[in-house]
């Protein structure tokens, strides 16, 4: 009698332990996925680094979507360059309504406090952005703007033998402190996408001022949406405008003349982001999907290439077919 008794609470107990166990496991479960969910471009960067808008003005939600393919009508639009930087000459030497033109995509530049395998795309060192200009420099790669890359495609300009774009996303105030200074070094230019709303708002963000001597030194400004929301998200069509074009009103009023390009946050866009743009004035866009080669007749369809904290990945990307 002992001997069953002392079997039935030890049979109770290994089913307690086990049931303890499931519950535990499904909860971690659960609280995982619910994390994961909720993981968006603002996850890879530090959290007191960024104070982005209310997740009313961000669907951190939304699913990816693919490179949206049908083709456009070029624009007609005349674009020149805008202040070129001290040195910095562009020798023409062809025109074709394809071009090779990679497009590196930087976000944070910041010497690196820690690094996580997210981070790795979104950050990279004022050192090894420094190594990868110098590696451009003797290679013979001549630093271009989107502005130039439009006038070749209309066929108003020439671009030269081995042409290359850096573009900056978002408007961080550590590319006004360290891209900046790198970029007037060497003598090259550099895009620089801007979401406006939390220019001068929070001191991680570029202020307006900031922009302003960045562009009168030779930068290309462009838009990069009012709060960095999923455009492909916005129901209202109203709202999808507001998004794209009250960023352009803003900077155009700011730096005094027109800006051209685009860039799509999170690189994400439809055919109704894309007629947004160009209702706006924009005459190019940017994605984020890996390409060199870019077409007059998809340029709002611009590819490029996340930067790495590997230059190998630099070079192998410049060398990509």
Not at 163 to 176: A, C, H, M, R, T
Request: glycine share 6%; with cysteine; proline share 5%.
């Amino acid at each position: 009698m002992k001997k069953t008794l002392l079997y039935g609470i030890s049979l109770i107990s290994i089913v307690l332990l086990i049931l303890v166990a499931a519950y535990a496991r499904n909860g971690f479960l659960k609280s995982h996925d619910t994390e994961s969910k909720e993981h968006s471009f603002l996850d890879v960067f530090e959290v007191e680094q960024a104070t982005y808008p209310s997740p009313e003005t961000i669907d951190k939600t939304g699913s990816k979507e693919a490179s949206f393919d049908d083709e456009f009508s070029t624009s007609t639009a005349h674009v020149t360059s805008h202040n070129p930087v001290a040195g910095y000459v562009v020798t023409a030497t062809s025109s074709t309504s394809v071009l090779r033109v990679p497009v590196m995509i930087y976000h944070s530049v910041r010497p690196h406090v820690s690094e996580s395998s997210l981070q790795d795309a979104y950050d990279i060192t004022p050192e090894l952005l420094a190594q990868e200009i110098e590696f451009l420099k003797v290679n013979g790669y001549t630093c271009i703007r989107f502005s130039d890359l439009v006038a070749a495609m209309d066929g108003t300009t020439t671009l030269p033998a081995k042409p290359v774009i850096l573009s900056f996303d978002d408007g961080w105030e550590n590319q006004y402190v360290y891209a900046f200074p790198i970029l007037k070094k060497y003598k090259v230019p550099g895009t620089f996408f801007i979401y406006t709303n939390p220019v001068g708002r929070n001191p991680h963000w570029m202020t307006w001022s900031q922009i302003v001597e960045m562009d009168r030194a030779g930068m290309e400004i462009g838009g990069h949406s009012r709060t960095h929301p999923y455009l492909t998200k916005i129901i209202d069509n109203h709202l999808l405008d507001k998004e794209i074009a009250e960023p352009k009103a803003i900077i155009e009023a700011h730096i005094g003349h027109p800006i051209y390009a685009f860039a799509y946050p999170f690189g994400f866009y439809n055919a109704r982001v894309v007629a947004a743009v160009k209702r706006a004035g924009y005459v190019v866009a940017r994605n984020v999907f890996n390409g060199v080669w870019q077409d007059a007749a998809h340029r709002y369809e611009v590819r490029g290439a996340l930067s790495t904290d590997r230059i190998t990945d630099f070079e192998r990307y410049l060398k990509m077919p």
